[in-house]
């Protein structure tokens, strides 16, 4: 086993940053949509996610020109919007430098010249005494004047928690008259940090759809530090941001112990309005440990009403400026699928996320019928979560009839779909038709009456029996004036 995934697992006590008396830090998270910040191999800071930091910071002012060093910052944070103010205070900052995290070396380096006992493989001590160098090889010499090196092994022990290092540290120069201990608000983004939406729907059994619906926030550190008691504001929403995340330096991360679960009395979020955005703030403080996802309630569960759909769209659409008159555009690959989704209204404004879609099976376990991806839904709003392939239900689809008289600026043709379906229970498939010859159309014939018609979707819905067949025979006449045609 690598004597760094050890060693950060076993010297896992981080310094956190001095915050003033009835102070808290305060993170407001925006949304992160990749997935690498929420995967569970935890190989190293993330630089996705936005989160911008709000924390005070205790100083010991001596008044004139002074350097003042913070550390515990994040791996990635972005030096050119970080700020440090002194409310009521005149004393300003002169210049900043951030010296950037570096990992598990660092972490090493940093405890040269301390007391430190070295752990074998085996969890046994096997030196005592000062780091002298740290490393590939450690040189540690004990009370005797001794000096040992030590090529593998698989932790450090040191007395003092706060010497590992850990995250990028900021030099201030400050100057002003005021002397005496003050507090300072410093303010950031960082990246490693977001959230985004977890929802389960949990169908319930029987002909009418309604299922159990679960709302959660699924919020993911991976920025090289660790925060506690934090108070948290969660940003639902595009925020636009032009520059590139800072890309952090990589190292292996350890093992943190999972959060306590929220009474769901004191978990419902407080809403609002951030401009354009929408805020969920949490009511009580939560521990983010470095290298985990924890999940906090949006909303109490709920029993919502849906609507199950076979849908059938062979995605062929009108992409030209002539009417096409050749006979043959072509058909839908054999076996295109009949594709199962939910559907329903959201109760509220729900942030994009995923939506995991269950049903009890008949040996009483939970299972899962499919996972789709919920964009930025407001209150009121159909949403659409596609679950996968109906197994039992396939297409075929033909073309039955096709003239075409450029003279007359006249096409016609005739469409054929054939539906079967093998399961023991009668299905209603929704066929999303897509004229796709020209843009102006009309339905000539058709032997099931259409449910929806658009300029560029004609619907269908057609009930086929159990363990049986259905036929849709439709035609479309396609006509222009020579004006159209540029």
Partial sequence: MSRRILALAIASAVALPALAAGERTSLTLYRADGDQLFATNGDAVSAEGYAVVHERRSFDLKGGTQDLSIDGLPSALDSEALSLRFPGKDTRVLSQRLLLGQGFDGAVAGLVGRNVTVIGDGGQPIASGTLVRGGDALVVRDTGGQATLIRNYSALRATDAADFARGSTLQVRVAGSGAGSTSAQLDYPTS???????????????????????????IANRSGRDWKDVSLKLVAGDANRAKAAPQPKMFMARAVAAPAPMAMEDAAPEQATLGDLRTYTLPAAVDLPDGSVTQTPLYESRTLACERKAVYDTGMRYYNSRPRTEPDIGQPAEGTPIVSTVGFKAFDALPAGYVR??????????????????????????????????????????????TANEAQHRIDEGTRIVLSNASDVKRTVTLREHPARWRAWTVVSSSVKPTKSTPDVLEFNVEVPANGSATLDYALRYTWSPGDIK
Avoid: H
Wanted: hydrophobic share 35%; charged share 25%; net charge negative.
């Fill in 192 to 218: 490693g940090i977001g959230w985004r939406g977890a929802y389960v729907a949990t169908l319930a059994p029987g002909d009418t759809c309604s299922m159990n619906f679960t709302a959660a926030a699924s």
């Fill in 357 to 402: 879609v269950l049903t009890v099976d008949r040996d009483g376990n939970a299972e899962l019928l499919g996972e789709g991806r919920l964009d930025d839904t407001p209150k009121n709003k159909d949403a659409t979560i596609t679950l996968g392939n109906a197994f039992d239900l396939t297409a075929k689809r033909e073309q039955t009839s096709f």
